[in-house]
């Protein structure tokens, strides 16, 4: 059984705290380790498609680009560490990540083109903790994927309907465009990707 700490942890407290290949999933949200839930199965087929799409434009467009599997996202002079659901990897700028070699930590925006949390019962994380880091942190894109309609309203809408929410770093701030049903997304980071939002949505249906 894993102990979690139940003071408030730096960043580097955090990293070698860090159980290996355990069932459970943790965060550091400002110094506060968090329990992450369990995803669901749509939660994962989700990810699973856009890991296997967004590959296909990165080859296509040879770009020096990865998506690693398990990547930690610090806020730089923060005490916090994210584990995006999906991440595309700059590899041309991790020569400037110090933290990289040893730690898979990422702390630059540079090195992130893209990054995509998709929506859990945790939401406010993504829309609010999350969406003002990234973009203080410079991310040039953020995508907030909300198949389930969990997040709140004047995110998604009243009545709720699922949303992916494209957030584009212009000038230091996110401009936000939303898309839903047959919305075909608009990424500046992959403009030709051919992907709607309900391609997205229903990744899991058979």
């Given at each position: 059984m894993i102990q979690a700490l139940t003071k408030l942890v730096n960043f580097q407290e955090f990293v070698e705290w860090l159980p290996e290949n355990a069932a459970v999933r943790y965060e550091l949200h400002n110094g506060d380790i968090v329990e992450m839930a369990q995803p669901v199965g749509e939660h994962e087929e989700v990810i699973s498609f856009l890991s296997i799409e967004i590959p296909v434009e990165i080859k296509r467009l040879g770009l020096p680009y990865g998506?690693?599997?398990?990547?930690?996202?610090?806020?730089?002079?923060?005490?916090?560490?994210y584990f995006p659901d999906?991440?595309?990897?700059?590899?041309?700028?991790?020569?400037?990540e110090t933290l990289w070699?040893?730690?898979?930590?990422?702390?630059?925006?540079?090195?992130?083109?893209?990054?995509?949390?998709?929506?859990?019962?945790?939401?406010?994380?993504?829309?609010?903790?999350?969406?003002?880091?990234?973009?203080?942190?410079?991310i040039a894109e953020y995508w907030i994927v909300d198949y389930a309609a969990l997040g709140g309203r004047n995110f998604i809408g009243n009545p709720k309907q699922p949303t992916i929410s494209v957030c584009s770093l212009v000038e230091g701030e996110y401009q936000i465009v939303k898309f839903r049903d047959n919305d075909?997304?608009?990424?500046?980071?992959?403009p030709d990707l051919n992907l709607t939002a309900n391609q997205i949505f229903q990744a899991g249906a058979v």
């Open positions: 998506i690693p599997r398990q990547v930690i996202v610090r806020p730089p002079e923060k005490d916090s560490g999906v991440l595309v990897l700059n590899r041309a700028n991790l020569a400037n070699q040893k730690q898979s930590t990422l702390s630059l925006g540079a090195s992130i083109p893209l990054v995509i949390e998709v929506v859990s019962s945790n939401w406010r994380d993504d829309y609010y903790l999350k969406y003002a880091d990234y973009e203080e942190m410079g075909r997304i608009v990424s500046l980071t992959f």
